[in-house]
């Protein structure tokens, strides 16, 4: 597949700028959403050509700003290749079923499986292969690729977060099911493991195994770009030493 235009939404200092900066590099056009608009206007700045990341500050989950958004990229770069949601759920969720409660629930189903259904949705038509396309034309598709954490997969020590989770494992799921006879490669990232970033090293510095952002960026490029002859759904990766997780 080819990929020219490509939202990815949330942003992060980790991960996500590490895949803008990725996309960016193969000359994709890419949207960058996130709420820090000077770090998304630095980001901005450091791409390998002017005008190659467009800075997208916003709310993930506000309808309005959805939309707006993917109006923005369809007239500026035209339509929407890959979508990449990199969601992230809030800063404290509570720990223990003590601790949950339906707000803590609401708070992250609407941060990740809420915003993740608008932005494909918003997304749809440009990621679907039309309907009168020539079979030769199988793998000019379009591609949502969605991170997690193994809290999809596994018990997690926040049951919101881990209901969130789970739920958007669920989501993609069908999604892959639905949307693949019409021409969407729907894949699912777990990352297990932690992220090799300053801030998390000085935060936790006995601890001895870390995952390249970088590294990670670069498996998303390659499951975007994978031919429809062999796609993939569901991926984990982790760094070398790391307890492969059961899935």
């Known amino acids: 597949m080819d990929v020219e235009t490509a939202i990815v939404v949330g942003v992060g200092p980790e991960l996500g700028e590490r895949v803008v900066h990725r996309l960016a590099s193969e000359g994709v056009a890419v949207a960058a959403v996130a709420r820090s608009a000077d770090r998304l206007e630095s980001l901005a700045a450091d791409a390998p050509e002017p005008g190659v990341v467009d800075p997208c500050a916003g709310d993930a989950t506000d309808p309005e700003h959805v939309a707006t958004t993917v109006d923005a990229v369809r007239d500026a770069h035209g339509p929407v290749d890959a979508l990449v949601l990199n969601l992230p759920g809030p800063d404290d969720a509570g720990r223990g079923v003590a601790e949950t409660t339906p707000d803590a629930v609401e708070t992250c189903w609407r941060l990740q499986v809420d915003a993740a259904v608008r932005w494909t949705n918003a997304a749809l038509d440009d990621l679907r292969t039309p309907a009168d396309a020539a079979d030769e034309d ?30 958007l494992r669920g989501l993609l799921r069908a999604y892959a099911d639905d949307l693949s006879p019409q021409g969407v490669h729907v894949a699912h990232l777990l990352v297990d493991g932690w992220l090799d970033t300053p801030a998390l090293r000085e935060r936790y510095p006995d601890h001895d195994t870390w995952t390249d952002p970088d590294a990670i960026a670069d498996t998303v490029w390659h499951v975007l770009t994978q031919p429809a002859s062999a796609w993939t759904f569901e991926f984990d990766v982790r760094a070398s030493g790391d307890a492969v997780q059961s899935l």
């Open 138 to 167: 199988a793998d000019a598709t379009g591609a949502i690729l969605a991170t997690n954490s193994m809290a999809a997969t596994t018990a997690s020590s926040s049951p919101a977060r881990g209901a969130a989770r789970h739920g």
